[in-house]
């Protein structure tokens, strides 16, 4: 299974960004986000089902994130809106099974991050 994050780059606190993950199969899967900043551990910020919920958002991100799935297109995408300073980070796109924490321990297999840089 291949995967392939992209969309990142520099925006202005409270614009929008789309991210992407291209995945070769989607179907056996789920697909979480994941960010890591500057001297920090890797969080999931959201996944499209897990034991934290189906979808899955972390606080910091809740009602600005939206994640979605278009199962024809084996894409997986992240709709942030709002987006701050404490936003920025390299996002990651990840597969996990089904029904798991969504957090970083339970990814199976890692895309290459884009980088999201939110600063006026």
């Known amino acids: 299974v291949q995967l392939q994050a992209s969309g990142g780059g520099l925006v202005q606190p409270g614009d929008s960004l789309r991210l992407s993950c291209a995945a070769s199969i989607l179907d056996y899967y789920a697909i979480g986000w994941f960010r890591q900043a500057p001297g920090k551990e890797r969080e999931g910020i959201s996944c499209t089902d897990s034991s934290y919920g189906s979808p899955y958002y972390a606080d910091s991100v809740k009602g600005r994130f939206t994640i979605s799935r278009d199962r024809a297109e084996n894409m997986v995408y992240l709709q942030m809106s709002d987006l701050k300073p404490e936003d920025t980070a390299v996002y990651y796109c990840?597969?996990?099974?089904?029904?798991?924490?969504?957090?970083?321990?339970?990814?199976?297999?890692w895309g290459q991050g884009t980088l999201v840089t939110v600063s006026s």
């Open positions: 990840a597969l996990l099974s089904w029904g798991v924490p969504c957090t970083s321990t339970q990814a199976r297999k």
